[in-house]
């Protein structure tokens, strides 16, 4: 009996560490957009995304406000953000932060207004031609591209037959990352009451294999819908103006241009989360994309808990809604540490605030019939 029990005991502390050894691959980072001019407003975004301690930080463009100027750059960028840039040589601090660099832009067209640039090219040190690249982090694949299709401002073009976006084509293909994320300055799809969708960028994204999209230029929060992935909009992030918004196009699932604020994406192996928040850190939006192929989440491989391993809350996203279910969560040695009823539905919460750190497994039932069952690690 005692020989079972080291078995069962072993098999749990084998799932535990092969959780914890996912857990060292998640990763959060920022994303600002529009965010180049000294004031209150950047002021406020740069603590907000300071306050996550991202790994990272991306931004969808116009970093330097108003017309790219070197005598501006560091001022607009530098003063909020230097403990993220490597190499670092502006007058915010005497040496660098960081031993490498944690500060990715795209470039935006009021960067390219002063010497077709290059202030912008001086002030960062960037992978490929620095105009668009592409770097691996965790698990995620990233590519910034150049959107701006005017004045010869790129050189390779902007549409989707163009040598820019053959780079881009050629770099997917070969990506083995779970996550690719393209981003850049001119939103494909906008319902912005300025600008609007910029259609030379509606690249066939979906069909080459991106995980989600991220622009700006209108200063506006939007998340979309196109075919399949997400499209997002992020322009709060500082700049003295925020935009009107038009009706909402019809792939349009969330629209926002209350506050300033900025997106907070945190990948794991078995998930990806993006949120924006507000200045006061006020969720007004979240998407979940979900890796089925994972392997990490439920017995029976239907449905899927996110995030996992959770802190604080997690979500258990169903295939299907519930009418009158309910969840049932034991501890690693089967006994019974929560149950609750009358659940409606297909996204079930898990609260760990009262329950003890380690490995969980729960039972979602209706009807007297099992949905679903799975496990969880709460750190």
């Known amino acids: ?18 959780f914890v050894s996912r857990i060292l691959k998640a990763q959060t980072f920022a994303c600002i957009g529009d965010y180049g001019e000294a004031g209150q407003p950047e002021l406020a975004v740069s603590n907000l995304v300071k306050s996550w301690n991202p790994e990272f930080i991306i931004t969808t463009g116009d970093n330097n406000y108003l017309y790219g100027d070197s005598l501006t750059i560091d001022t607009n960028i530098g003063f909020y953000y230097h403990q993220y840039i490597y190499p670092y040589s502006g007058k915010y601090s005497n040496s660098d932060t960081t031993t490498k ?4 832009p795209s470039i935006g067209n009021h960067d390219l207004l002063t010497a077709n640039g290059q202030p912008y090219y001086n002030y960062f040190s960037l992978p490929n031609n620095e105009r668009y690249y592409d770097f691996v982090w965790g698990d995620v694949h990233f590519f910034s591209l150049n959107s701006d299709s005017s004045g010869g401002h790129e050189p390779d073009g902007t549409a989707a037959n163009s040598f820019q976006a053959g780079w881009l084509m050629g770099k997917l293909s070969t990506s083995t990352s779970k996550w690719n994320i393209v981003y850049f300055h001119h939103a494909a799809f906008s319902s912005g009451g300025t600008h609007g969708s910029s259609s030379w960028m509606q690249w066939p994204f979906e069909q080459w294999g991106v995980t989600a999209v991220l622009g700006g230029h209108d200063h506006v929060f939007e998340r979309l819908l196109v075919g399949k992935i997400p ?3 992020n322009g709060l992030g500082g700049r003295n103006g925020i935009y009107a918004l038009n009706a909402p196009l019809p792939e349009s699932k969330k629209q926002y241009n209350g506050n300033f604020g900025a997106m907070k994406i945190s990948a794991f192996a078995d998930s990806i989360i993006f949120e924006f928040r507000t200045i006061a850190d006020s969720l007004v939006d979240r998407f979940v994309i979900i890796n089925t192929l994972s392997g990490l989440n439920n017995l029976d491989g239907s449905n899927v808990v996110s995030p996992n391993p959770f802190t604080t809350n997690s979500f258990i996203y169903l295939n299907r809604k519930l009418q009158n279910g309910t969840i049932q969560i034991y501890d690693m040695l089967g006994k019974e540490i929560e149950k609750r009823s009358n659940l409606a539905g297909n996204i079930i919460p898990i609260s760990g605030k009262n329950i003890l750190s380690g490995l969980l497994f729960y039972k979602i039932s209706e009807d007297g019939k099992i949905v679903t069952s799975g496990r969880a690690l709460k750190l």
């Open 1 to 18: 009996m005692k020989k079972h029990h080291f078995l069962i005991f072993s098999f749990s502390v084998l799932f535990i560490l092969v």
């Open 231 to 233: 499209f997002f909009v």
């Open 101 to 104: 660099n944690r500060f990715f």
